[in-house]
Antibody
Framework: VQLVESGGGLVQPGRSLRLSCTASGFTFGDYDMSWFRQAPGKGLEWVGFIRSKPDGGTTEYATSVKGRFIISRDDSKTVAYLQMNSLKNEDTAVYYC???????????WGQGTLVTVSS | EIVLKQSPATLSLSPGERATLSCRASQSVSSYLAWYQQRPGQAPRLLIFDASKRAAGIPARFSGSGSGTDFTLTISSLEPEDFAVYYCQQRSNLYAFGQGTKLEIK
């Protein structure tokens, strides 16, 4: 079982960045996919999630990113995406993706990817 | 917006001791509360979901209790690998985390 995030890096304020979370070793389509972040030296913050297609495939977002970030998934490629637009300095964090089978309490996490927003 | 407050901020104990961590919600979250462990430099991992259900592969020394606004994570006998930061998280109204409790070696 593996989740691998990619796409992080240094980006200027106001620009966009897309993170990918590539899954392997489990039935990706059955899992809700979430994104979390952790600013340097700070606690965990939920960013948003996308439900599995059987659960409707709908998305929810934290207030801090709603309207700027978009989560999507491609079950055929077993990838989840986090499209981040209009980035702000305060979006600087390590971003984690997580797959969750909620009824079983079974979750898998990626290793995290660092996004730095700075001019 | 539901706010979760964890206490204490830091807990200093020795291996073999019992740890009790608290999480209080600003309004009822029913039983929709989870606990996570995060070791330094690692991603978090789910320990407890729906207040008292152990996640897959989690040792029996971890237990959760509570409902409504007051929740507890108990580690019955601390192992060296248990010293980490613990977060509670509600899913009653979207998701939100507490600020964390650092469990450190005394």
């Amino acid at each position: 079982v593996q989740l691998v995030e990619s796409g992080g890096g240094l980006v200027q304020p106001g620009r966009s960045l897309r993170l990918s979370c590539t899954a392997s070793g489990f039935t990706f389509g059955d899992y809700d996919m979430s994104w979390f972040r952790q600013a340097p030296g700070k606690g965990l913050e939920w960013v948003g999630f996308i439900r599995s297609k059987p659960d409707g495939g709908t998305t929810e977002y934290a207030t801090s990113v709603k309207g700027r970030f978009i989560i999507s998934r491609d079950d055929s490629k077993t990838v989840a995406y986090l499209q981040m637009n209009s980035l702000k300095n305060e979006d600087t964090a390590v971003y984690y993706c997580r797959a969750l089978l909620e009824w079983l309490g079974l979750d898998y996490w990626g290793q995290g990817t660092l996004v730095t927003v700075s001019s | 917006e539901i706010v979760l407050k964890q206490s204490p901020a830091t807990l200093s104990l020795s291996p073999g001791e019992r740890a009790t961590l608290s999480c209080r919600a600003s309004q009822s979250v029913s039983s929709y509360l989870a606990w996570y462990q995060q070791r330094p430099g690692q991603a978090p991992r789910l320990l407890i979901f729906d207040a008292s259900k152990r996640a897959a592969g989690i040792p029996a020394r971890f237990s959760g209790s509570g409902s409504g606004t007051d929740f507890t994570l108990t580690i019955s006998s601390l192992e060296p690998e248990d010293f980490a930061v613990y977060y509670c998280q509600q899913r009653s109204n979207l998701y939100a985390f507490g600020q964390g409790t650092k469990l450190e070696i005394k």
